[in-house]
């Protein structure tokens, strides 16, 4: 697990490289925004479930839920910090794509425990 917070901490600071770039964007929803919404609340099932299976290491400090929501807003993270660099041909990290992708994952955290909540209740 803590291969996974120097590499949460080092990837912003790439963003201070010279050669990345910055997105001119807003909030608007388009396709691009929609897509990292659902691919975040799906990621977040995905790490629930891998860690839930025991089929991903994961330090015991934090619950499943919570290390599930900072895995996928990692590759949220990292996918912005991709599209920065010259190698990828989009616009640049997008401020606004990363705050979709933490919706994404916050949506499906509350609906996680909604449905976990009923499912005790009935």
């Given at each position: 697990?803590?291969c996974?917070?120097?590499i949460?901490l080092l990837?912003p600071?790439?963003?201070?490289?010279s050669?990345?770039?910055i997105?001119?964007?807003d909030?608007t929803?388009?396709l691009?925004?929609?897509?990292?919404?659902?691919t975040?609340?799906g990621?977040?099932?995905f790490f629930y479930?891998m860690?839930?299976d025991?089929l991903?290491?994961?330090?015991?400090?934090?619950s499943?839920?919570?290390?599930?929501?900072?895995s996928?807003?990692a590759?949220g993270?990292?996918?912005?910090?991709?599209?920065?660099?010259p190698?990828s041909r989009?616009?640049?990290?997008?401020l606004?794509?990363?705050?979709y992708?933490?919706l994404?994952?916050?949506?499906a955290?509350?609906?996680?425990?909604?449905f976990?909540?009923?499912?005790?209740v009935i």
């Amino acid at each position: 697990m803590s291969c996974l917070w120097i590499i949460l901490l080092l990837l912003p600071l790439t963003l201070l490289h010279s050669n990345t770039t910055i997105a001119d964007d807003d909030f608007t929803i388009q396709l691009d925004k929609t897509a990292h919404y659902t691919t975040s609340f799906g990621l977040y099932f995905f790490f629930y479930t891998m860690y839930t299976d025991s089929l991903l290491p994961m330090d015991t400090s934090f619950s499943i839920p919570i290390h599930s929501m900072i895995s996928s807003t990692a590759v949220g993270l990292s996918y912005e910090v991709y599209q920065s660099t010259p190698m990828s041909r989009s616009d640049g990290f997008s401020l606004h794509d990363m705050v979709y992708n933490i919706l994404g994952v916050l949506s499906a955290y509350t609906i996680h425990e909604i449905f976990l909540y009923f499912k005790e209740v009935i």
